[in-house]
């Protein structure tokens, strides 16, 4: 029985930190369309997959709060390199959502004054 509770509880983990991977990838994505598309001057569109960007962090977002508050109420969660990794995609997501979020104003500005 014990055992039983212990891959469960991995099952679960496993697919939270999946979660955050794929999230963190599909933010990335979504942030790297909208600079392409604000090269374009499609700004409707940039806007679009910023927001995009931001739904999938969110998602994350909530993943780790759940994670975060596991741990805080004394149930700790193995530190993997799988873990680790989910992190690291993010962080990486994050920043790089901020930065699109900045090129894409650029490029707005460089529209404006053409």
Do not use: C, P, W
């Not at 392409?36 to 709060?65: C, I, P, S, V, Y």
């Amino acid at each position: 029985m014990a055992e039983e509770n212990q891959a469960t509880e991995t099952d679960a983990s496993l697919e939270t930190i999946m979660g955050l991977i794929v999230n963190g990838g599909n933010a990335k994505s979504s942030a790297f369309e909208a600079i392409r598309a604000a090269k374009e001057g499609d700004f409707d569109k940039a806007d679009a997959k910023l927001k995009e960007a931001d739904n999938f962090l969110t998602e994350a977002h909530n993943a780790q709060t759940s994670m975060l508050t596991d741990e805080a109420s004394g149930k700790h969660t193995h530190v993997s390199l799988l873990l680790v990794h989910s992190q690291d995609h993010i962080m990486n997501a994050i920043t790089f959502r901020d930065l699109a979020g900045e090129i894409v104003d650029l490029y707005r500005r460089l529209d404006a004054e053409k």
